[in-house]
């Protein structure tokens, strides 16, 4: 095959995937390129070869014009754009790409409100996100039209077709998963949960002082196809368990706060400002370092990151950042809307 027909086979390829799937698939790549730019060796140039070949040999050859298969042996519901890529990469793998379909969150729950989310606060959140998270416009614009339909798809699963929840031991992911057994409350679908970050740790024992992964988007493919076909067989969930989640939803979504932490088990709604201290002291110990000079704001935002066992994300941190810069803690060089900027404390 030239040079001209392969370009011209991955333009295809690439065209004709939806929004969701050219997410999962940006947003992979952008996580294999930042973990072997850490220099630390943990991950090597050849291993993010492999990770992104992987990934590419995951997206289907562009369908023709017949109906798709409409009716899956497995729905599978993953949170976020990582783990949706990671997921099909298993199936692909698996061979069961055509058998068992994703749907998908791309979002974060941890942070923004979820006030009301299953009735009328989507329009709450969003002018949330909107106003105080730095999001591209294009992903901003289409937010809720791809919530929407990402809860459509979920309403639309057929009642004979078994459900896996993929979710980790942390605040985003346990509380969009109480949020979908609550969307699905109604059904009578066999559902199972795939617990990803406490199988990891017993599955391949990692010593606590040791990297653990803190949602399921940051276990690598060939780790969680370990973890699907060893785990893929256990219990559904019982009428107990879901109605105990839709309960625990029902207290979530009725509260204001926009903030939420993993704490011993169990999802704690907390103030927004729960970590600027740990911002201001962790720019303390930079100045220290660096005889009280600006400070790049994502070497800031990167090291407080670094001191938690939480997944919040970036973005919540930089908005926090910017809060405090607007209240006085910190002084400014560059422009705070394109993240290009540096701070120092007063």
């Known amino acids: 095959m030239s040079d001209v027909e392969k ?5 295809k390829k690439i065209n004709a995937l939806n929004d969701s799937d050219a997410k999962s698939v940006l947003m992979l790549t952008a996580t294999n390129l930042y973990r072997v730019s850490g220099g630390d060796g943990s991950f090597t140039s050849e291993e993010c070869i492999e990770e992104l070949t992987r990934l590419y040999n995951s997206i289907p050859e562009p369908q023709g014009d017949f109906e798709k ?4 042996k497995t729905i599978h519901i993953v949170f976020g754009d990582s783990t949706a890529g990671s997921v099909r990469i298993v199936l692909k793998e698996m061979g069961w790409q055509d058998e068992e379909k994703v749907i998908a969150f791309s979002d974060v729950f941890s942070i923004g409100p979820v006030w009301q989310l299953h009735e009328k606060g989507l329009s ?18 289409s937010y809720q039209d791809n919530f929407k339909h990402t809860v459509s798809e979920i309403n639309a699963i057929p009642s004979d077709t078994p459900i896996i929840i993929w979710s980790g031991e942390n605040a985003h992911e346990q509380t969009a998963l109480r949020y979908v057994l609550y969307l699905l409350k109604e059904k009578t679908n066999d559902i199972f949960v795939m617990d990803t970050t406490t199988n990891y740790k017993n599955q391949f024992g990692v010593p606590e002082t040791e990297f653990f992964p803190l949602h399921t988007g940051e276990i690598s493919p060939d780790k969680l196809t370990l973890i699907y076909e060893k ?5 559904s969930l019982t009428h107990t368990d879901r109605n105990k989640f839709q309960q625990e939803w029902v207290q979530l979504s009725s509260k204001q706060e926009v903030l939420r932490i993993w704490k011993d088990k169990k999802i704690e709604s907390v103030e927004e400002s729960y970590y600027d201290d740990l911002i201001i002291d962790t720019a303390r110990k930079i100045h220290i370092e660096n005889n009280n000079e600006f400070i790049k704001s994502a070497r800031l935002i990167g090291e407080v990151m670094g001191r938690l066992n939480q997944y919040v994300g970036d973005p919540f941190f930089e908005y926090r950042l910017r809060h405090l810069l607007m209240n006085g803690m910190f002084e400014i060089e560059g422009v705070p809307k394109a993240r290009y900027y540096s701070v120092k404390l007063r």
């Open 7 to 11: 370009m011209t086979k991955i333009r």
């Open 124 to 141: 709450n959140r969003y002018e949330w996100l909107e106003n105080h998270i730095n999001m591209d416009d294009e992903m901003l614009d």
């Open 231 to 235: 785990d893929r067989k256990h219990n």
């Open 69 to 72: 298969n409409t009716h899956y």
